[in-house]
């Protein structure tokens, strides 16, 4: 009876149903934006909680603020429309998109390097009728430069409540 047990035990992981997030080629500082904006989009990872707070059920696009740092990114994630816009000059049309269609409307800061770690921000920006507000509460990413496979690894996310 204990050696049956035993062998269930060790064949349960074979027959979990989870779904495993695919891994994701990280070889450029862009990628780890991509990473983080994937994981956002699908509700997953250390993301879920953040993403369920802030993508509605009626939510279709996710604005990003617009930065010499954020091009080339993607514009489809999942079941979202990814737009990449200018602050200045969207700042009406992001206002009636937030107000009518809970949009969201991201800014993602630029990468600082702390010796072999990489980290950057996540912010959310409320479109009030004549300005941008960037938030203070927003989630921090670090990814590590690993030398030896010459790619970038996530080793955290923290969230502000």
Same mark, same amino acid.
């Given at each position: 009876?204990?050696?049956l047990?035993?062998g269930?035990?060790?064949?349960?992981?074979?027959? $979990?149903f989870?779904q495993k997030?695919?891994?994701?080629?990280? @070889?450029?500082?862009?990628?780890?934006?991509k990473?983080?904006? #994937?994981?956002f989009?699908?509700?997953?990872? #250390? %993301?879920?909680?953040?993403?369920?707070? %802030?993508?509605?059920?009626?939510?279709k696009t +996710?604005?990003? +603020?617009?930065?010499?740092f954020?091009d080339?990114l993607?514009?489809?994630i999942?079941?979202y429309? +990814?737009?990449?816009?200018?602050?200045?000059?969207?700042?009406? %049309?992001?206002?009636?998109?937030?107000?009518? =269609?809970?949009a969201?409307i991201?800014?993602l $800061?630029? +990468?600082?390097n =702390?010796?072999?770690f990489?980290s950057? @921000?996540m912010?959310p920006v409320?479109?009030k009728?004549?300005?941008l507000?960037y938030?203070?509460?927003g989630? $921090?990413? #670090?990814?590590?430069?690993?030398m030896?496979t010459?790619?970038?690894?996530?080793?955290?996310?923290?969230?502000?409540?």
């Amino acid at each position: 009876m204990k050696n049956l047990l035993s062998g269930l035990l060790l064949l349960l992981p074979a027959f $979990s149903f989870a779904q495993k997030d695919e891994p994701m080629e990280l @070889w450029y500082q862009k990628d780890c934006y991509k990473f983080v904006l #994937t994981k956002f989009a699908n509700h997953t990872g #250390t %993301m879920t909680e953040t993403a369920n707070k %802030m993508l509605k059920p009626d939510t279709k696009t +996710i604005y990003i +603020i617009k930065t010499a740092f954020t091009d080339s990114l993607p514009t489809h994630i999942g079941a979202y429309d +990814i737009k990449y816009v200018d602050a200045d000059s969207a700042q009406p %049309m992001l206002y009636q998109e937030q107000k009518d =269609h809970h949009a969201v409307i991201l800014y993602l $800061s630029k +990468i600082l390097n =702390h010796y072999d770690f990489y980290s950057f @921000w996540m912010l959310p920006v409320k479109a009030k009728k004549h300005e941008l507000q960037y938030g203070t509460k927003g989630c $921090s990413f #670090t990814f590590e430069y690993n030398m030896g496979t010459s790619k970038f690894e996530h080793r955290q996310t923290e969230c502000s409540k």
